[in-house]
T-cell receptor, first 112, second 114 residues
Framework: QQQVKQSPQSLIVQKGGISIINCAYE??????FPWYQQFPGKGPALLIA?????SEKKEGRFTISFNKSAKQFSLHIMDSQPGDSATYFC???????????FGAGTRLAVHP | DAGVIQSPRHEVTEMGQEVTLRCKPI?????LFWYRQTMMRGLELLIY????????DSGMPEDRFSAKMPNASFSTLKIQPSEPRDSAVYFC????????????FGPGTRLTVT
């Protein structure tokens, strides 16, 4: 049973545009929602994370929006750059555990 | 800090052979995770340890897979016998703390079983 659904599978954005990736979860016990970024040939690396007590978190050009009632969260990349081209994974963690359930990933290509 | 270290980086083996993947977590981290990444199934958690004790191995696909963590600085993932469908990139990650701590991933081991 897929517990974290991520969309779209792939995304093409022009340089300077906004990239938006969406995730939905089912388990209301999840209480930690990170986004990981993965470049080809590398392991995923934490980009930004949020807990359900806030609706938005911003770090530089990256923003997470969180809708607890809809059980959805999204990543917004403002002023997208070619260097942002990577695969992005949303994830969720059940309370009290370190375990992460990952979404299927979104391959982002930012064209100059 | 050198980060999470995995070896080998690439492994090519024949079906039926034993494969052992190795991981050295970041010093001081108390949780260690083994993941498998494929195009079809994405990033799957196989097993994770907390303070060297296996906590959740529900992702281990079958008895051919086994993992150990004999001490805080070393873990192995063994596949015996290996099959072509085991071909994937295997990642090790470590973290400090509980309840949503950042996981630091290693560079991965690309396994090809022919």
């Amino acid at each position: 049973q897929q517990q974290v659904k991520q969309s779209p599978q792939s995304l093409i954005v022009q340089k300077g545009g906004i990239s938006i990736i969406n995730c939905a979860y089912e388990n209301t016990a999840f209480d930690y929602f990170p986004w990981y970024q993965q470049f080809p040939g590398k392991g995923p690396a934490l980009l930004i994370a949020i807990r359900p007590d806030v609706s938005e978190k911003k770090e530089g050009r990256f923003t997470i929006s969180f809708n607890k009632s809809a059980k959805q969260f999204s990543l917004h990349i403002m002023d997208s750059q070619p260097g942002d081209s990577a695969t992005y994974f949303c994830a969720a963690s059940p309370g009290g555990y370190n375990k992460l359930i990952f979404g299927a990933g979104t391959r982002l290509a930012v064209h100059p | 800090d050198a980060g999470v270290i995995q070896s080998p980086r690439h492994e090519v083996t024949e079906m039926g052979q034993e494969v052992t993947l190795r991981c050295k977590p970041i010093s001081g981290h108390n949780s260690l995770f083994w993941y498998r990444q494929t195009m079809m199934r994405g990033l799957e958690l196989l097993i994770y340890f907390n303070n060297n004790v296996p906590i959740d191995d529900s992702g281990m696909p079958e008895d051919r897979f086994s993992a150990k963590m004999p001490n805080a600085s070393f873990s192995t993932l063994k596949i015996q016998p290996s099959e072509p469908r085991d071909s994937a990139v295997y990642f090790c990650a470590s973290s400090l703390g509980t309840g949503g701590a950042e996981q630091y991933f290693g560079p991965g081991t690309r396994l090809t079983v022919t």
